[in-house]
């Protein structure tokens, strides 16, 4: 009996009512209709009962009426709780949708206040997630990278494979990447035109990189494959996004003018 009094409680609480709320609510289910004077001898809540009550009307969870000239108070149906639900998740949805259309602009005074980078810290499958989410969102139509040398995650790899790289194409951005020279990216060249993918070769035995990184636009992303330390850094920046773009077609000029293989 207890454990279903504690879950109704916590019920009540997630649902945005305060614990003296939740208390008021729970007696007036048990006991029906009650004065305020009668609520503050059945629940021991000795002041301010009023404006907890008057909380609850107004959420359509307790209703007034008038006996013998004085006000009591009823809970209505408890089927009350699912619109009062309801009724949250449309005002959620609407703030979400303000919040969307609000957030270029409040983003825009932000970086015109504060000039410094922005950066995201994200760890384990889920943050590698979000990070290749990002990198491979519409809107942009090149990104320039290097792949490391440490193979991700199996079940991983074949999520980059089946869904992060028809997305790319699928959203038409043409991908730069300098890779470790292998037998399986040499094979992977006959497929560059079609892959909307340009790779250039280098020696992973004399240019080792155990992490992966790309950058577009005024964003960089830097991510760690190593099977127990699945990490990614998100920066946001227009100079430091723009010089290590230069960088890399700097890189991949010399790397196609020195006839090396590209991929």
Known sequence: ????????????VTLGLSSKEAVLYETLLKHGSLSAAQLE????????????????????????????NRSHYQVGSPTRLQSYLEDQEHALSETRAL????????????????????????????????????????????????????????????????????LRVKNNIFAHVISPDSPRARKLKNTEAQDLKKKYLIDPIKYPMPAEFDTWDDKIAMMSFAQ????????????????????????MDLLSASEQKCY
């Open 99 to 166: 919040l969307t259309e609000s957030l270029p602009s409040l983003l825009n005074d932000y970086k015109n206040v504060v000039d410094r980078p922005v950066i995201n810290y994200y760890s384990r499958l889920t943050g590698l997630r979000t990070v290749f989410d990002e990198v491979y969102k519409e809107g942009k139509n090149n990104v320039y990278g290097c792949l490391g040398n440490e193979s991700p995650d199996p079940i991983f790899h074949k999520e980059i494979i089946n869904k992060y790289k028809p």
């Open 41 to 68: 001898r059945a629940t021991g809540l000795k002041k301010n009962t009023y404006p907890l009550l008057k909380s609850l009307e107004r959420r359509g969870l307790v209703q007034k009426f008038i006996r013998d």
């Open 228 to 251: 127990k330390d699945f990490s990614a850094i998100l920066i946001q920046h227009p100079d430091l996004a723009t010089t290590l773009q230069s960088l890399l077609q700097l890189s």
């Open 1 to 12: 009996m207890k454990r279903s009094t504690d879950l109704r409680r916590q019920l009540l």
